[in-house]
């Protein structure tokens, strides 16, 4: 069974500073990933995915991850944080036999930025 | 491209009523979710349809629960008898067909007393 864990429950960062999110997944072959951004009473946006090829996606409002089949990591970044990124992050992993219909999703980590 | 929708927002019931809920996806997104997220929690999938025909349903996804999609439009979740730990919030998320990706609501939130 896939499951997925997000090991950093709160992150505080400056605005301006670099940002890593980690998530580690676990999963017997090809996964399908995914960062999920969720702000206060609102449903979940999807800031980007992995499928296949290139182990390193781009995302919207500027976020990147990067696939490491190795150490079954799939690390949300971003270079330089703004205010309005504040929100709770969600790692989610699909299996390819299904068509990533069942989607597991780590608990969150909630980001904080502060001036 | 309205996005999906998701009514009521917000429900507040007592124990053992009955609630329903409503999801309508994205147009023509063949394939319609449903998740439960509890505070603190990442969403848990209960449920989904592929058109009309509901395709799996998650161990979560008690007897007291249904969803229906009808002529593969919008969808319904119900829950009977309610329990206090069923206060959760109730996303919807549907996908197009040939991509995997989900697209998600707003959610409901249900609150039982």
């Known amino acids: 069974a896939q499951s997925v864990t997000q090991p950093d429950i709160h992150i505080t960062v400056s605005e301006g500073a670099s940002l890593e999110l980690r998530c580690n997944y676990s999963y017997g072959a090809t996964p399908y990933l995914f960062w999920y951004v969720q702000s206060p009473g609102q449903g979940l946006q999807l800031l980007l995915k992995y499928f296949s090829g290139d182990t390193l996606v781009q995302g919207i409002k500027g976020f990147e991850a990067e696939f490491k089949r190795s150490q079954s990591s799939f690390n949300l970044r971003k270079p330089s944080v703004h205010w309005s990124d504040a929100a709770e992050y969600f790692c989610?992993?699909?299996?390819?036999?299904?068509?990533?219909?069942?989607?597991?999703f780590g608990t969150g980590t909630r980001l904080t930025v502060i001036p | 491209d309205t996005g999906v929708s998701q009514n009521p927002r917000h429900k507040i019931t007592k124990r053992g009523q009955n609630v329903t809920f409503r999801c309508d996806p994205i147009?023509?997104?063949?394939?319609l979710y449903w998740y439960r997220q509890t505070l603190g929690q990442g969403p848990e999938f209960l449920t989904y349809f592929q058109n009309e025909a509901q395709l799996e349903k998650s161990r979560l996804l008690s007897d007291r629960f249904s969803a229906e999609r009808p002529k593969g439009s919008f969808s319904t979740l119900e829950i009977q008898r309610t329990e206090q730990g069923d206060s959760a919030m109730y996303l919807c998320a549907s996908t197009p067909t040939g991509t995997y990706e989900q697209y998600f609501g707003p959610g409901t939130r249900l609150t039982v007393t």
């Open positions: 989610a992993v699909g299996a390819l036999e299904t068509g990533a219909n069942n989607l597991f």
């Open positions: 147009s023509e997104h063949n394939r």
